[in-house]
């Protein structure tokens, strides 16, 4: 009888912890995500390992064609690694080896490493493009419509290469109106 209480109280504690991490309110000097409401999140993990924690947000207005996707890394990586890797994803979705090179070295500017327990936020708004945060400050600035596209994909176009972590990033949701696609 104990075990079993102790094991209600647990899984109780648990889940309100769980759910206080995913929850996090994000407070950043954009003016979008001040206002934002986290719409899903889920974890990649590689191999057994905890990678990162991912939350995409979107506007209080379900339609609006803003919308962020917060990383909380586990593992430290060097900027370079996250690019590459970028780049590969990114490359299944057509992008030619010219745009992965000019890309490449625009996010070469931008990302630093990440030491695990930090926050790599992108947020996308037509009229300024992807802008990037590193623990809430801003580091980079990336325009153009077909970028988003491509490097947002990574995560949220229905061809990822981590279904389930799109699946959890949508939640009950609509993908954002970047993607094209039709949802009920």
Same mark, same amino acid.
């Given at each position: ?8 109280r647990f899984c ?21 995500l001040n206002s ?46 996250i690019i590459d ?22 996010? *070469? !500017?931008?990302?630093?490493?990440? +030491? ?8 996308? $708004?037509?009229? &300024?493009? =992807? ?28 061809? *990822? !290469?981590?279904?389930?972590?799109? +699946? ?8 954002? $109106?970047?993607? &094209?696609? =039709?949802?009920?």
């Amino acid at each position: 009888m104990k075990i079993e209480y102790f094991l209600i109280r647990f899984c109780i504690i648990f889940c309100l912890l769980c759910s206080a991490v995913f929850s996090r309110e994000l407070t950043y000097s954009d003016a979008f995500l001040n206002s934002a409401k986290l719409q899903g999140s889920g974890e990649l993990t590689w191999w057994g390992l905890h990678v990162y924690d991912a939350s995409l947000y979107r506007g209080s207005n379900p339609n609006s064609a803003e919308f962020a996707l917060d990383l909380r890394y586990y593992k430290s990586f060097r900027a370079s690694s996250i690019i590459d890797r970028s780049m590969e994803e990114m490359k299944k979705f057509g992008i030619t080896d010219a745009q992965a090179q000019s890309w490449g070295r625009q996010l *070469t !500017s931008i990302l630093p490493d990440v +030491e695990s327990g930090q926050n790599l936020t992108a947020i996308y $708004s037509p009229k &300024q493009g =992807t802008s990037f945060y590193l623990e809430g400050k801003p580091i980079g600035r990336i325009s153009g419509v077909e970028f988003p596209k491509a490097f947002f994909g990574i995560w949220l176009d229905p061809r *990822t !290469s981590a279904p389930k972590l799109r +699946e959890q990033l949508l939640g009950q949701g609509c993908p954002p $109106s970047l993607f &094209q696609e =039709t949802c009920n």
